[in-house]
């Protein structure tokens, strides 16, 4: 038996095992909070994928044969040797007969916590070596507000996340701490980059007790931590920017709006005004108006920006604002909204994004910048896709597309190379998704499991968890010794060991390799860190301590830094790095860009559909797919903490009573969730916690759909739209969402989720 320390998305662990199994999953001695979802680690060697696989009719008939049989059909168990040979020559054949551009290599930032042996890094170096790939850019998490905040601001969005005002000041002198989007605890117990101990809960319970006031404006009551004791002012999705702008519109007519903030410090405001006032298209933005989009009453929303003007108040926005049809617009009228507050830049006041989404906004302290494995810049005749784009370009060959002010045509792909992430997860309308999968001649993934996506795949090459591997991983204020504590399970490999012998049969192996193993890189990378660190431990007692405290970084949120504090003060001294140096209310450059979708000022854009329209009237339920509190997206979705929240093995759905009783619905009821993309079954949960005309159903449920399409286990992404928010972004719009349901009353169909696939013996030729 040994205890190994380990760095997950999810927070640090100890872990005990015997070197195949976990007896244990501990809480680190780092960590105040520990995420209950560590538990999930115990299932790290169920369902797993032992030996290098390849669909059968793929095997015999060679590329494109029988792809309608993705996902149905047996595979053959194959050597190593021949696995990496069958793969090289793919690769090299799609390359020369069709050119590099028609090979998509998907990626994603969840694979791994460790800073070395992250999938979409590995993945990165390893295709820019080879040629102009076809790449994508940007998060299903955040691409519209990833792609809309440069814009606004000048900084890109992870620095700008990372300047967020502390939690100390915010605890010390906010008053009025208004969240759109929620500020929900369990989405801040994590980041991709791997998550150190946890200080949100005890931040948010300070500010409380200070007597900040919290504000939560969403479908869902309990998407705020407890402690928040929140004001809940219930919301129809994909409506915010309606009543930002009420609220904007409230200020300005009221004499409330700071005049001279918006001269001195934003571009724009005399193009912004006119449309709130509706000067310009003949529709004020008034309470009135937005009550009747929103829901929320005229009264409340004057209100509110009332409260607002007349206390220390700071404007959070969140992820799933953003994740909706023209997402971009609510962190531009958010900011907009603050600006005309006048209190950006000041202690305690201002813009703030995204306290609530993940784990290391308001830690007030720039990030340590530790060395990674050098990724080579991006060849020439790249294309690039916004990652939520993948249905469109498998779609689409030789089509114009537009995306973030660039004219581009998508490639033929030919062939689909995946390691980390998983599209059958975080995609919207999977049913699609299905059809277009099998347009590609082959798909190639790194997978530890057999899930929905290695079952679709034509050669499946076992991966190892970070479970099975060492590694360095960034816990924000400390470097953690990420220890394996399991042998890799059956024939599985590091991504990392994976793709030099690729290399090495592409010819580029000790280019891409540097002569390295991965240990050796990890030394490495630790003796750059430690060269600039004072203080800082050889590698190898670092490794037997186990850790490593940042120098100069004290605890977490507890600084005195605010956002934007210089720019306030100084706006010529300190001006942003925007074209005018100022907070851009409005974009020369985007309305350069001549984007009907997405024009030159913040607006209210009607969504493709939302309740209180025609469609609702057929679907009159809104789906909100928000983040599980039992696992990180599909991640250990097998697990037991995860099965134990299942309603007769089914994904649980929350609904307010009323909408149960109108639709003869009890509590553990087996409901068909439906609308005119698909539909899938869930277990039905009845709270008043969830608002009138909501449907709440979590992401991660694996995907399991029957013959015709249906997923009898819950995954609410054959339900979600798969468009675009705008042509800026082309982020994903899944918040955006009508549904209706009903009882299930046929036979209970099994989950099958889980269950590998069969397989084949090898035919001999």
């Given at each position: 038996m040994r205890t190994t320390g380990i760095l997950t998305h999810w927070g640090p662990f100890l872990i005990e095992s015997d070197g195949s199994d976990i007896t244990e999953v501990l809480d680190h001695p780092t960590d105040p909070d520990p995420s209950p979802i560590g538990q999930g680690l115990k299932a790290a060697t169920r369902s797993r994928i032992t030996k290098p696989a390849v669909r059968k009719s793929w095997l015999e008939g060679g590329p494109g044969a029988a792809a309608h049989l993705r996902g149905v059909e047996e595979f053959v168990e194959v050597e190593w040797d021949e696995a990496i040979r069958l793969v090289a020559a793919e690769l090299e054949r799609v390359r020369d007969e069709h050119g590099a551009p028609s090979i998509y290599a998907g990626s994603y930032g969840w694979g791994s916590a460790g800073l070395f042996h992250q999938p979409s890094?590995?993945?990165?170096?390893?295709?820019?070596?080879?040629?102009?790939?076809?790449?994508?850019?940007?998060?299903?998490?955040?691409?519209?507000?990833?792609?809309?905040?440069?814009?606004?601001?000048?900084?890109?969005?992870?620095?700008?996340?990372?300047?967020?005002?502390?939690?100390?000041?915010?605890?010390?002198?906010?008053?009025?701490?208004?969240s759109f989007g929620s500020l929900r605890l369990n989405n801040t117990q994590v980041h991709f980059g791997g998550q150190g101990p946890h200080h949100t809960r005890e931040w948010i319970a300070k500010s409380a007790a200070n007597g900040v006031e919290f504000v939560n404006i969403g479908p869902v009551r309990d998407d705020e931590a407890d402690e928040a004791n929140s004001?809940?002012?219930?919301?129809?999705?994909?409506?915010?920017?309606?009543?930002?702008?009420?609220?904007?519109?409230?200020?300005?007519?009221?004499?409330?709006?700071?005049?001279?903030?918006?001269?001195?410090?934003?571009?724009?405001?005399?193009?912004?005004?006119?449309?709130?006032?509706?000067?310009?298209?003949?529709?004020?933005?008034?309470?009135?108006?937005?009550?009747?989009?929103?829901?929320?009453?005229?009264?409340?929303?004057?209100?509110?920006?009332?409260?607002?003007?007349?206390?220390?108040?700071?404007?959070?926005?969140?992820?799933?604002?953003?994740?909706?049809?023209?997402?971009?617009?609510?962190?531009?009228?958010?900011?907009?909204?603050?600006?005309?507050?006048?209190?950006?830049?000041?202690?305690?006041?201002?813009?703030?994004?995204?306290?609530?989404?993940?784990?290391?906004?308001?830690?007030?302290?720039?990030?340590?910048?530790?060395?990674?494995?050098?990724?080579?810049?991006?060849?020439?005749?790249?294309?690039?896709?916004?990652?939520?784009?993948?249905?469109?370009?498998?779609?689409?060959?030789?089509?114009?597309?537009?995306?973030?002010?660039?004219?581009?045509?998508?490639?033929?792909?030919?062939l689909v190379y995946w390691a980390g992430g998983n599209p059958f997860h975080h995609h919207q309308d999977l049913n699609r998704l299905m059809q277009a999968w099998r347009k590609p001649e082959t798909i190639i993934v790194h997978e530890p499991f057999w899930n929905a996506m290695?079952?679709?795949?034509?050669?499946?090459?076992?991966?190892?968890?970070?479970?099975?591997?060492?590694?360095?991983?960034?816990?924000?204020?400390?470097?953690?010794?990420?220890?394996?504590?399991?042998?890799?399970?059956?024939?599985?490999?590091?991504?990392?060991?994976?793709?030099?012998?690729?290399?090495?049969?592409?010819?580029?192996?000790?280019?891409?390799?540097?002569?390295?193993?991965?240990?050796?890189?990890?030394?490495?990378?630790?003796?750059?860190?430690?060269?600039?660190?004072?203080?800082?431990?050889?590698?190898?007692?670092?490794?037997?301590?186990?850790?490593?405290?940042?120098a100069g970084m004290g605890a977490v949120g507890d600084s005195d830094h605010v956002f934007l504090a210089d720019f306030r003060a100084d706006p010529v001294a300190h001006p942003l790095p925007t074209p005018s140096g100022r907070i851009e209310l409005f974009s020369e450059t985007i309305d350069g860009f001549g984007y009907d979708d997405c024009e030159g000022h913040p607006r209210w854009y009607e969504p493709f559909e939302r309740l209180g329209t025609p469609l609702a009237e057929r679907f009159g339920l809104h789906l909100v797919s928000n983040q599980p509190t039992t696992r990180l997206h599909s991640q250990f979705d097998h697990s037991d903490i995860s099965r134990s929240t299942k309603i007769h093995g089914r994904e649980p759905a929350r609904m307010h009573p009323t909408e149960a009783a109108v639709r003869g619905l009890a509590e553990g009821d087996i409901i068909r969730v439906y609308n005119d993309r698909g539909a899938c079954l869930a277990g039905l949960s009845i709270s008043d916690a969830i608002a009138p005309g909501i449907l709440q159903l979590a992401t991660g449920a694996w995907y399991d759909p029957d013959e015709t399409g249906m997923c009898k286990h819950g995954n609410p992404n054959v339900l979600t739209h798969d468009k675009g928010t705008s042509r800026l972004a082309q982020g994903p719009s899944a918040h955006t969402c009508l549904v209706e349901v009903e009882k299930f009353t046929g036979e209970l169909p099994?989950?099958?989720?889980?269950?590998?696939?069969?397989?084949a013996p090898r035919t001999q030729s």
């Open positions: 890094v590995q993945m990165r170096r390893f295709f820019r070596m080879f040629g102009p790939y076809t790449d994508g850019r940007l998060t299903y998490s955040s691409s519209a507000s990833s792609a809309i905040v440069p814009y606004i601001f000048g900084l890109g969005w992870y620095p700008a996340c990372g300047q967020q005002t502390s939690w100390k000041v915010i605890s010390e002198t906010t008053e009025l701490f208004v004001r809940w002012l219930p919301i129809r999705p994909s409506t915010d920017v309606a009543l930002m702008a009420a609220l904007a519109h409230t200020l300005v007519v009221e004499g409330l709006a700071d005049a001279s903030f918006l001269a001195t410090h934003c571009v724009g405001w005399d193009r912004l005004e006119p449309y709130l006032l509706g000067v310009t298209d003949g529709v004020a933005k008034s309470a009135s108006w937005a009550a009747e989009i929103t829901g929320i009453d005229a009264d409340v929303i004057v209100d509110l920006a009332r409260e607002m003007q007349r206390k220390r108040t700071i404007v959070n926005m969140g992820f799933s604002i953003q994740r909706t049809d023209h997402g971009e617009q609510t962190y531009w009228m958010a900011t907009a909204l603050a600006a005309v507050l006048g209190q950006i830049g000041l202690p305690g006041g201002g813009v703030a994004f995204p306290f609530g989404a993940h784990g290391r906004t308001g830690g007030g302290q720039p990030p340590k910048r530790i060395p990674r494995l050098p990724i080579p810049p991006p060849p020439g005749g790249q294309t690039v896709i916004s990652v939520s784009r993948i249905v469109d370009l498998l779609e689409n060959p030789g089509q114009p597309f537009q995306f973030d002010g660039d004219d581009q045509v998508f490639p033929d792909t030919k290695s079952k679709r795949a034509d050669i499946v090459l076992p991966a190892t968890t970070p479970l099975e591997r060492d590694d360095l991983g960034d816990g924000e204020t400390i470097l953690f010794a990420s220890q394996a504590a399991l042998e890799p399970f059956g024939e599985s490999r590091d991504d990392y060991d994976i793709l030099v012998a690729l290399a090495d049969a592409l010819g580029f192996g000790a280019k891409f390799s540097e002569g390295r193993t991965s240990q050796e890189w990890i030394r490495d990378l630790y003796a750059k860190y430690a060269k600039s660190e004072d203080g800082a431990p050889d590698f190898d007692q670092f490794w037997s301590d186990g850790l490593v405290h940042h099994p989950i099958t989720a889980f269950d590998p696939p069969t397989f």
